[in-house]
């Protein structure tokens, strides 16, 4: 099992930049595929991007590619998110997510794929 905490949050001007960090507990993170969610209120959830477990396949939804990073240190067993220009459309709760990987190369963009998440940490853009 994993227990994820997420950081890094937080209030900024349109086209600024923010560092979300996902923080993992448990030996065999670098096995688990992450992801980057979020939600937005009255929308659905949605992955933002996502990572296999050796950091040679990723995800982009098409509306942050270009300005959005992600990595992942599994000597940290930590995954960030780079995120820069930043559009008030960005707005929303983020939230980091687990599962362990069949593969090595395997990343996953659906919410029911994944079967642990962190509390989320709340990003806002202003305009």
């Known amino acids: 099992q994993v227990q994820l905490v997420e950081s890094g949050g937080g209030l900024v001007q349109a086209g600024g930049s923010l560092r979300l960090s996902c923080a993992a507990s448990g030996r065999t993170f670098s096995t688990y595929a992450m992801g980057w969610f979020r939600q937005a209120p009255g929308k659905e959830r949605e992955c933002v991007a996502a990572i296999s477990w050796s950091g040679n396949s990723i995800y982009y939804r098409d509306s942050v590619k270009g300005r959005f990073t992600i990595s992942r240190d599994n000597a940290k067993n930590t995954m960030y998110l780079q995120m820069n220009s930043l559009k008030p459309e960005d707005t929303a709760v983020y939230y980091c997510?687990?599962?362990?990987?069949?593969?090595?190369?395997?990343?996953?963009?659906?919410?029911?794929?994944?079967?642990?998440w962190g509390q989320g940490t709340q990003v806002t853009v202003s305009s």
């Open positions: 997510a687990a599962v362990v990987s069949k593969d090595r190369s395997s990343y996953y963009a659906m919410v029911y794929e994944y079967d642990y």
